[in-house]
């Protein structure tokens, strides 16, 4: 039988965690180990996580950070540098990993259909389900990813926003495809679609490295002008900014690929 790790982070989640847990025990395929990534939780969301899990004989780990009084989004991605050594040594000779938020819920057969999935189409690295009501991505969602252990095991240091955009980057630079299938996820919506979420995507996008050109072409076509005003409040602080040459590379470049991929489409190429 294909195994795989599967991975959550949470922050003060005790009232949600019976139910995710529940939600993984009740899956046909049911993950190796489930690793429990406590972001500095004040409330009992270690002791919940280690009883539910216990509850349905499901085998864990719990990577803590230090406690802390406030979430803080910009980074989350921290919790997973720190639990990297642990996530490696977890998924040696384990096919596949997948993460999953503590507000999402999916079909029992979904993370053996997602794996079956993987298994037939060796070319691709990262796929996930499509979110209810939502309009589909263009990068797999962190709610219900599934991917190669591979990638996990060539990362050293995530970014601090958070591991989502980050793995599908890391996957495309290893030369594989990314797909959302549609398998339907019950996730809340993204915060990103909300005025304080464009605003937040704004800066993430001076973090990510995006060209001043993408931003500014981005923004207007679309009148986002809560996307330009995050983007303008990092680009003037010029401190808040990913190291990563890959992800630089990658967001740097969006604007060469947006217009090569519209003098293709305009057979002009």
């Not at 216990?54 to 719990?62: G, I, M, N, R, T």
């Not at 096919?95 to 070319?123: G, H, Q």
């Not at 809340?188 to 993408?214: D, E, F, N, V």
């Amino acid at each position: 039988m294909v195994e795989y790790i599967l991975a959550t982070k949470f922050y003060n989640e005790m009232d949600r965690l019976p139910a995710l847990v529940e939600n993984i025990a009740q899956q046909t395929l049911k993950p190796k180990i489930f690793v429990f990534l406590n972001d500095g939780s004040l409330d009992d969301s270690v002791l919940i996580a280690s009883n539910e899990a216990k509850k349905y004989s499901l085998d864990f780990q719990v990577v803590s950070g230090p406690k802390k009084q406030k979430g803080n989004l910009d980074t989350i991605g921290r919790i997973w540098t720190k639990a990297q050594p642990t996530l490696k040594e977890l998924s040696k000779g384990v096919r596949y990993f997948a993460t999953i938020d503590v507000d999402t819920r999916v079909d029992s057969s979904y993370f053996e259909n997602m794996i079956d999935y993987l298994e037939d189409n060796p070319s691709v690295g990262v796929i996930a389900g499509q979110a209810r009501n939502e309009p589909k991505r263009t990068f797999p969602m962190f709610a219900g990813k599934v991917f190669r252990s591979a990638i996990i095991q060539r990362i050293e240091k995530y970014w601090d926003i958070s591991i989502d955009s980050f793995i599908n980057v890391k996957a495309l630079k290893m030369g594989y495809k990314l797909e959302i299938l549609d398998v339907p996820v019950d996730t809340p919506r993204t915060h990103l679609q909300t005025k304080k979420g464009r605003y937040r995507s704004g800066r993430l996008a001076y973090y990510a490295g995006s060209s001043m050109p993408y931003v500014l072409a981005k923004g207007i076509l679309k009148c986002d002008a809560q996307y330009l005003r995050g983007f303008w409040y990092e680009y003037n602080r010029e401190t808040w900014k990913s190291t990563d040459p890959d992800i630089r590379e990658f967001y740097g470049n969006q604007f060469k690929y947006r217009i090569f991929s519209l003098l293709k489409s305009l057979q002009l190429l």
